[in-house]
């Protein structure tokens, strides 16, 4: 892996975390019904997570908790952090005062016994990351032996991909900062990701303690080809290129 970022701007961007305070609102409601989250991320990452009834499981970057939701309706006994206050009000407001929410930032420790949970789910979250290694880590430690970490980012194809077809000269290896800015519910707010290729982010989970078990490129919800005819019009088949899931195991 590199050890050094390539593309590198060195101007100062909000942390996601204040960033995402900022669209909180809009964003939360985009998520709930979107294309890529609602009827792509959100059902694969269920399917991946199987049965989990009596499991405890922590929400890694929470968000406004619909994740939250869905495991605790199937049986699962969940906590969620986040770094973005404003995202956990809002969680807060869905999942109600007994929900086992808390304020925290992947990028440090965690306020969590060693081997406290059965599985973690980091939702698209890893790719606000420039360095894995301290956060896998710790993940890794609040895992019992055997847990299953679960973790969904942006695919690494897409932005060469798309560079690619808009003409530019297509970056894939090394990691590379990107900043977008995003509006949503009338406010903006500038989010930068680190991509990185696939090798790297594999190297990252097995020098963590972890063994792969499970790539995948999934299908979209079959509902999802009626809800959003226009967006799929040119997709022949039950798959779109946009995220990348795995399932991990700790050693």
């Known amino acids: ?54 499991r405890r499981i922590l929400d890694a970057g929470c968000g406004s908790g619909p994740l939250f939701a869905a495991l605790r309706d199937r049986g699962a006994i969940v906590t ?9 009000e809002l969680a807060g407001r869905r999942l109600g005062a007994d929900a086992d929410l808390r304020v925290a930032d992947l990028a440090g420790p965690l306020p969590f016994p060693d081997g406290a949970f059965d599985d973690v789910i980091a939702s698209l979250v890893l790719h606000y990351l420039e360095d894995w290694g301290p956060t896998l880590a710790e993940l890794r430690r609040v895992l019992r032996p055997g847990g299953r970490l679960l973790v969904s980012v942006d695919h690494p194809f897409v932005i060469p991909l798309t560079r690619h ?3 530019e000269k297509p970056r894939y290896f090394g990691i590379r900062s990107r900043t977008e800015r995003w509006t949503m519910g009338g406010q903006t707010a500038q989010l930068t990701f680190w991509d990185r290729p696939l090798h790297a982010m594999t190297e990252s989970f097995t020098a963590a303690g ?24 040119e997709i022949t088949g039950p798959r779109f290129l946009s995220f990348l899931f795995f399932v991990l195991e700790a050693g």
Do not use: K
């Not at 063994?211 to 226009?230: C, H, T």
């Open 1 to 54: 892996m590199p050890t050094a970022p390539e593309d590198h701007d060195e101007s100062a961007r909000p942390s996601p975390s204040n960033a995402y305070d900022l669209i909180a609102e809009g964003y939360a409601a985009e998520n709930e019904t979107s294309l890529p989250n609602a009827y792509y991320e959100r059902p694969a990452m269920l399917e991946l997570a199987g049965e989990v009834t009596g």
């Open 80 to 88: 969620g952090i986040d770094a973005s206050a404003g995202m956990l």
């Open 165 to 167: 077809m808009a003409g």
């Open 210 to 233: 972890f063994r792969i078990s499970v790539i995948s490129e999934p299908p979209f919800a079959p509902e999802a080809r009626e809800l959003f005819p226009d967006e799929l019009r």
